[in-house]
């Protein structure tokens, strides 16, 4: 789970934003520049406002691609993929077209790059630092100390940006730009694709504007109408199911570097002890940390879900449990230098879905391992809600329910994700949920299930719920 410091760059070369009026948005739909996709996708840009409450402000260039559907007789109209945040357009349609074949008998598929991806071109060299060490403090004056620390970052960010960019990217802002993309496709109501936290700003839209809201696929996606604490129990029952899968491999598996060793033991052993005794880590590279079980549990609950990390996972753990608590201290430097970044604290943490103070960062603490034992308190409601402790200003995008009247929706997720992403489609009426038997987070995408994308497809198409209990896995094609 390397964490590449080189994304940060995005947030480097500032430039100046033209002034201009609101207009409607229109799309002018060109060829892409060659090896920028598929020979048939065609690309275009959109100029929205950075702050839709300033008319005649500072606009911002979205780029857009699309698919278009390849049967003009079959056609519905458009979906628009939402991706995670990153580009949507290098991210999504130009690396994997062929997921969106049989979709694309109906419908043009169009993706986009949000702001918070396109907000490299306009942000300023400080906004695109790195972040501090997440320490894990122990008491009142350790946490606020660390959170002035990180204000300090995000109020130089603030400072320097003349654009007012770095205060308008949240999810709320995200879909102000995805109704203008609405318009600009001359769709009534909008079809969502959306992927990860694109789920975020694509419940944003649904509440901001319900009845231009015909379909929305929620694929792997927290639900943003509680914050991570309302989905701490469902997270943590995926998370201990997946210990259980790495345990089992790891008793029958020779390349379990801890084959032999009682593995749930040796855990609670080492969070037990960071817990009590911090182990200072220190890298040439990136800084100083004082690992505690916070750190661990939340590396855990980031690389248990993915198979493919197991041995690696499995080797750390041998090591630390002698000592040796270098790839932990990589891993968690690395982290905290891209979480706590001003830019990625700017679109993160204004969605207000971790709750900011010491008080609340105690209670969570104390409400997840009440849940979990041995994985409670480590990323959302610990790793996430220290890197916007320096956020000191009001969530924009705050948890709070979806407006009644919605159309039904459609959720689906892998084994990590399915219990979240369905107690947020739960709360729509009607909707439904697909999960598929395996570890794969946006499965819509990088399951190469047919009977995925045959739900999902079919209900973009048909607006045709599945069935309840709907389960797709690798052998059922």
């Not at 970052?153 to 609405?182: F, Q, Y």
């Not at 590396?299 to 197991?310: F, G, H, I, S, Y």
């Not at 970044?341 to 105690?362: F, I, K, M, N, T």
Request: positive net charge.
């Amino acid at each position: 789970m390397p964490v590449a410091l080189s994304a940060l760059s995005a947030f480097l070369g500032p430039a100046v934003l033209p002034v201009a009026a609101q207009a409607a948005p229109t799309l002018t739909w060109r060829s892409c520049s060659a090896g920028q996709g598929p020979a048939d996708m065609e690309c275009a840009a959109i100029e929205v406002p950075v702050d839709r409450s300033a008319p005649g402000g500072a606009t911002i260039k979205l780029d857009l691609a699309r698919l278009p559907a390849t049967d003009p007789s079959l056609r519905l109209g458009s979906v628009l993929v939402v991706p995670d945040g990153g580009p949507g357009i290098q991210g999504v349609l130009s690396p994997a077209p062929e997921s969106f074949t049989k979709l694309r008998e109906h419908f043009d598929v169009v993706s986009y790059n949000p702001r918070t991806s396109a907000a490299g071109r306009y942000l300023p060299p400080s906004c695109g630092v790195p972040g501090l060490p997440l320490n894990d403090p122990r008491d009142r004056a350790a946490y606020e100390a660390q959170a002035v620390a990180l204000e300090r970052l995000v109020d130089r960010c603030r400072r320097d940006d003349t654009t007012g960019l770095a205060d308008h990217l949240d999810s709320s802002s995200v879909a102000g730009d995805m109704e203008a993309i609405r318009t600009a496709l001359g769709q009534d109501r909008l079809n969502m694709l959306a992927f990860s936290y694109g789920g975020v700003p694509a419940a944003a839209y649904a509440r901001l504007h319900p009845g231009r809201v015909r379909a929305v696929v929620f694929d792997s996606t927290p639900d943003p109408t509680v914050g991570w604490r309302g989905v701490e129990r469902a997270q943590l029952g995926a998370t201990e199911a997946a210990f259980t899968r790495f345990t089992t491999w790891c008793a029958g598996d020779e390349a379990c570097a801890l084959r032999g060793r009682n593995v749930r033991r040796l855990w609670r052993g080492l969070i037990k002890s960071t817990g009590r005794e911090p182990v200072t880590y220190t890298s040439a590279r990136l800084g100083e940390i004082r690992l505690t079980d916070l750190h661990l549990k939340a590396l855990a609950r980031l690389v248990l879900p993915v198979p493919e990390k197991a041995p690696e996972f499995a080797g750390a753990l041998l090591k630390a449990s002698k000592g040796d608590f270098a790839w932990f201290g990589e891993q968690i430097l690395g982290i905290s230098a891209s979480w706590s970044s001003p830019g990625a604290v700017a679109s993160r943490c204004s969605d207000g879905l971790v709750g900011l103070g010491y008080e609340e960062l105690v209670g969570d603490r104390r409400y997840s391992e009440r849940i979990s034992r041995d994985f409670g308190a480590g990323v959302g409601i610990g790793l996430e809600a220290l890197a916007c402790s320096g956020w000191r200003h009001r969530p924009v995008n705050s948890p709070r329910p979806l407006p009644v009247g919605l159309p039904p929706v459609l959720g689906l997720g892998g084994d990590r994700d399915f219990p979240v992403t369905e107690l947020l489609v739960s709360r729509i009426p009607g909707s439904g949920a697909v999960r598929f038997d395996g570890p794969v987070h946006v499965v819509y995408l990088r399951a190469k299930n047919p009977c995925v994308t045959g739900y999902a497809d079919r209900y973009l198409t048909k607006l045709t719920p599945p069935p309840a209990g709907a389960l797709c896995s690798p052998r059922r094609r």
